[in-house]
């Protein structure tokens, strides 16, 4: 794939946008509320936010990269949401909030436990800084169908990814993110529940969403190589390549899905 990086983050988030919002909408946040997007990236889901709450409500992303950081004011700033966000530079462990301020929190593919990092820290520190009865959304990317026709590939595709990446090859079942339902128990958070969004795509698809979904690829498997067959990936690479006969999204009948999670819960009242 040619795309940057930051245009793959842009397109991704476009063709995933309807599942983020709903998911967003399910947790009924009221308007004027305050609230946090915990790992904000380039601001996709910040602007969703603002929308749910209103002109009167206030959102303040934090994220590690400055980068991101800078695209993500220039999004905002250019569709008209300066006066609603906040964005700084923060670690998760350490937001800059005090205790008991916000009302919300909205944590987007963010809390994976890698290396140093435990999610038991960021959890912690997100129920730091919700008030009473504050709630907290933690929402993952949890699975995808993209290679329709080729079950066999995506599941060689998908088990050398998971091999790779510790926060999903995870030892500790407790640690997985898709049992982050326990992560809120254990903190004490109430009303825990889990909600499952996805978004489907099918033909006919725009050349937008034909990049989108080749950046899906390219993210998710495009490094692969050496850790599946030869033969794997070369069948990988011809479904894949916009100049093949056999490239996938040119096929008329072609169509994909992606999944996510959303885990829900509210800060107890008496913290």
């Given amino acids: 794939m040619s795309e940057s990086y930051e245009l793959q983050l842009h397109l991704v988030g476009h063709l995933t946008?309807?599942?983020?919002?709903?998911?967003?909408?399910?947790m009924h946040l009221s308007?004027?509320?305050f609230g946090m997007?915990?790992?904000?990236?380039?601001?996709?889901?910040?602007?969703l936010l603002a929308s749910e709450v209103g002109p009167m409500g206030m959102v303040h992303g934090v994220d590690t990269c400055d980068e991101k950081l800078r695209i993500a004011k220039k999004e905002l700033d250019d569709h008209g949401f300066s006066s609603q966000v906040e964005l700084s530079k923060s670690d998760i462990r350490t937001l800059p909030l005090d205790d008991d301020s916000i009302d919300w929190l909205w944590c987007a593919d963010t809390l994976w436990p890698i290396e140093d990092f435990n999610p038991d820290d960021g959890i912690r520190e997100f129920k730091r800084v919700l008030r009473p009865a504050g709630k907290l959304g933690l929402y993952f990317w949890t699975h995808?169908?993209?290679l329709p026709g080729y079950p066999l590939l995506e599941s060689h595709l998908n088990l050398a990814y998971t091999s790779r990446n510790p926060y999903l090859n995870q030892r500790n079942p407790d640690l997985h993110f898709l049992n982050a339902k326990k992560w809120l128990k254990v903190h004490g958070f109430q009303n825990v529940s889990i909600r499952f969004f996805h978004v489907s795509i099918e033909t006919p698809l725009s050349e937008k969403q034909k990049r989108a979904?080749?950046?899906?690829?390219?993210m998710l498997w495009g490094n692969l190589h050496g850790e599946i067959t030869g033969k794997d990936w070369d069948l990988?690479?011809?479904l894949r390549s916009p100049s093949s006969e056999s490239y996938i999204l040119n096929d008329p009948d072609y169509h994909a899905e992606i999944y996510?999670?959303?885990f829900q819960g509210s800060a107890s009242s008496a913290q």
């Avoid at 915990?38 to 601001?43: E, L, M």
Wanted: proline fraction near 0%.
């Fill in 17 to 26: 946008e309807n599942a983020a919002r709903q998911a967003i909408e399910s």
């Fill in 37 to 47: 997007d915990a790992g904000c990236g380039i601001g996709n889901h910040m602007m």
């Fill in 213 to 218: 979904l080749g950046c899906c690829m390219d």
């Fill in 144 to 146: 995808q169908n993209l």
């Fill in 31 to 33: 308007n004027g509320t």
């Fill in 260 to 262: 996510y999670t959303l």
């Fill in 236 to 238: 990988f690479q011809t």
